[in-house]
């Protein structure tokens, strides 16, 4: 059975459309990379009731449960509190952290605020944040990452190679311009009906110069089968007068 | 009490990696321009049970539900069943439609396949499509639409006027290049207490040139209050030494 994983997306500004959240595709490539299932991905506002209900009920139901958000220095930033408070432990100062960030600030600067950053849930372990050294931990099967898109690439880089891997989930796509989805769509489902093991997707796309067409997705954890299916999707194209190319389509 | 909203979005392509969500942003953005204040976003997989369970719990939490994707003619959109399912109702061709439907594209394409789309749950109103005829639809609270963004947004704007609005959410943002989050977090936290009614956010940011820094907002349904306080962020970061610019950061 491959592993399976939830994200917990934790920020008002995501919400309020303020910002585009680019985390979640990073992890989820990734994760499907080296075989592990994303089924869930929740965004949830910076609300103490409601993030602590998210991960203890999540938690439970998954392999791993990845948050991003809301472990900076600010009053809005309260994850900590939260996943002490789902775990049923205190939040204490964690000395090497504290030690690493006084050093990184100057004792001077190292203020109420600051110190917040070196709170971990007991019990938990750190992940190194080598940009702004605040650090992101593990505690049980929940990773607390930033939510500052470049910060979490390094620390979610930093666990993925921890994590327990399935067979890595592959793909090949078929792009036909100026196809519609509704001429391919019965070759597809009989097609799927072939291949219960894998996940057979169709995607219209628009292109930036306004060509739109379909892509047709064969996906999943056994070679032989998606090579077999993705050639039978070039031939079904091929039948109903489309001219397929794999790949990425062409700008 | 402004009104309240969950997306579901509704895609294997977005767990997988394959595509960028950019739905959520512009429907969050467009729902607090107009004070709905978007509670919760799930992202979940085609996958009938997690679907109808969504629907189910969820619709009865807030004012609206919208959903995105999993409309079109292929074998993994399945949305309308489950949305008929959630109800309780049949999924029955929709005659008017259909008609359309037909007409579009023409008699001798009119597959099975397509004939899906032109199925909705009993009861439900269509929410018109100009980009590709298969309509949307309003079930109850949940309003269904396309994935794919273009024909996603025609829908969302042609439904926007018709619901219920709240106050404006307005905002106010002052950037400020350099500064650090943890040299403004305590005052930051004195202006939260200082005005509970409005939303204070301190969001850091690199921008494309590497510059990096922390952008402030003020956010509420008071405009005095978001003034006021947008007034006394500015001064805060003069204060402690910075330069803030209001408005978005210069690339």
């Known amino acids: 059975m491959s592993p399976t994983a939830i994200i917990i997306v934790i920020g008002?500004?995501?919400?309020?459309?303020?910002?585009?959240?680019?985390?979640?595709?990073?992890?989820?490539?990734?994760?499907?990379?080296?075989?592990?299932?994303?089924?869930?991905?929740?965004?949830?506002?910076?609300?103490?009731?409601?993030?602590?209900?998210?991960?203890?009920?999540?938690?439970?139901?998954?392999?791993?449960?990845?948050?991003?958000?809301?472990?900076?220095p600010t009053h809005d930033d309260i994850t900590s509190d939260c996943v002490a408070e789902a775990f049923g432990v205190s939040n204490p100062i964690h000395e090497e952290s504290f030690k690493k960030l006084e050093n990184y600030v100057g004792a001077k600067n190292f203020n109420k605020a600051r110190q917040r950053m070196a709170h971990l849930p007991l019990g938990a372990v750190p992940i190194p944040n080598p940009i702004s050294v605040a650090p992101g931990y593990i505690m049980g099967n929940v990773y607390v990452m930033a939510g500052v898109p470049q910060i979490m690439r390094t620390m979610f880089d930093a666990?993925?190679?921890?994590?327990?891997?399935?067979?890595?989930?592959?793909?090949?796509?078929?792009?036909?311009?100026?196809?519609?989805?509704?001429?391919?769509?019965?070759?597809l489902s009989t097609l799927q009906q072939t291949y219960p093991q894998i996940e057979i997707g169709s995607y219209p796309f628009y292109d930036l110069n306004g060509k739109d067409?379909?892509?047709?997705?064969a996906k999943g954890q056994d070679q032989t089968?998606?090579?077999?299916?993705?050639?039978?999707?070039?031939?079904?194209?091929?039948?109903?007068?489309?001219?397929?190319?794999?790949g990425e389509p062409k700008p």
Request: aromatic share 6%; no cysteine.
């Open 213 to 217: 067409g379909v892509a047709l997705v």
């Open 159 to 187: 666990i993925l190679p921890t994590l327990r891997h399935g067979d890595p989930i592959i793909s090949r796509t078929w792009y036909a311009f100026d196809a519609l989805e509704g001429a391919i769509a019965e070759g």
């Open 12 to 72: 008002n500004e995501i919400l309020s459309g303020r910002t585009q959240d680019t985390n979640v595709n990073y992890i989820a490539k990734k994760l499907a990379s080296v075989g592990i299932k994303l089924k869930e991905v929740r965004i949830i506002p910076d609300d103490r009731k409601v993030i602590v209900h998210a991960l203890k009920t999540l938690r439970s139901t998954v392999d791993y449960v990845f948050t991003t958000g809301g472990i900076g």
């Open 225 to 246: 089968s998606v090579k077999e299916a993705a050639k039978k999707i070039r031939s079904l194209l091929i039948s109903i007068g489309y001219d397929p190319h794999e």
